[in-house]
């Protein structure tokens, strides 16, 4: 098979056409259905109970790799309507501190989960209550803030769905979360983060599952409309992902509908999230959805259509309704730059200066000390890599209710998929890449690539970090104070 890769030369490619290196050049903005008043309104009163667990429930792992899980399974699922209300208790029954940051919700910032930023941290044997209504309907996960490379590598991470944007019901959904576990041969944990991951793309994980399951299969309706949420909640594996056997539409970025196009191939670098539409085949045929960005395209999960027909009508392409981000002001917006870069030090430079598959790189980087350096840096400013016990100062001060324009610089010869909390963005521009106009949380810059995003600004302590959570860790992350 071919990979697409070569064919689109890596881009996620879409139909809207935008000069590769054209800046500040705002596309139209999408014409998506109004969703009705929220009807919501119900209490989900629940208990995450983050414990250790025996390592059978990831394949090829040994019973001693143990798993850290909320209540007992991978990827436990919350499902709830716009409108609607969490009051999670956070029953801490593991070794060590942790907490939940809602990824992509936009919360009272006493709710997003960041110790000693937002929240205390919650100590072995403690408990917190997250209580929050969420303001936008789509696909988002939770997870720990908390030694991430560690804990979210052990399993720690939810899905959360809020449900009410579809004008028009699916079929069915199916729900793919990817994730990679770090197992050596005989099932135990290898490091999560190592010196020479940290220092260039990340570790990575050697067996690699989807829903926790490695070739995940399972069937759908035959000819059916039905939606596919795929959620990267890998630390690090970059997706390319694509379709085969079936018509396949996005129609959400990190939860937030856009106008739908026709999926070739979208790139999603950790924690971000894609919505499609999926017309299935006839009954006893199959679709794959597969992972190109490696050399090999891997094959991700297997859907196999069975059962009466659902539709007989041509496929048309169902726009969920509009986010209900505020959408920045353009033209009164203040523009702000931050540049993602390598740490001055021995490590950062071998980092900086390698080519991503060096093996000279790999020995240099390996003869280094763990974590005596910070690798990375945001506008030369590292994050201290104790943690976030000493909070350094802000990247930015910025203004409640104020449009702000972004320019992120990627330096480096890596993609950072870069995360800012509390707020809904719009991405405007990309220097290299040709994507259209869409709403995220989260937004993979490529390597030496300017992005530019849009949004208004929320009242809060706000971080703002490269999702790799081996950069995220070593330097690449920072906080906002939006007063
Ligand atoms: Cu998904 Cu700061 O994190
Ligand atoms: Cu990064």
Redesign the pocket.
Known sequence: MPTRRAVLGGLGAVGTSVLAGSLSVPRAAPILPQAPQASGGTLHELELVADEHSGTRVPRAAEDAKLWLYNGELFHTLRIKRGDTIRAHLRNRLPEHTAI?W?GIRVPVEMDGVQYVTQPPVEPGEDFTYEFTPPDTGTFFF?S?CNSAEQIGRGLAGVLIVEGDEPEPFHAEHVLALKDWRLDEAGHWLPFSTNEGAGRAGTFGTVRTVNGVEAYAATTPASADIRVRVLNLDPTRMIDLGVEGAEAFVIATDGNAVEPFPLHTWRMGT?MRVDLHVRTPKAGQDFRLYNYFSPEPFLLARLTAEGPEQTQTRVVPRPLYASHAPKADISSAERKTFRFSAAAGAAASIAAEFPPDDPLARQLLDSLCAGNTGLWAINKAQWPTNGHRELPPPLALLEDGRSYVFELVNGTPHPHPI?L?GQTFEVLSASRQDLPRFQADTILVQPRERVEIAFVAARGSW?F?C?ILEHQENGMMGWLRVS
């Open positions: 940051h990824h997870h803030h924690a995360h909390h971080m970090h999702h």
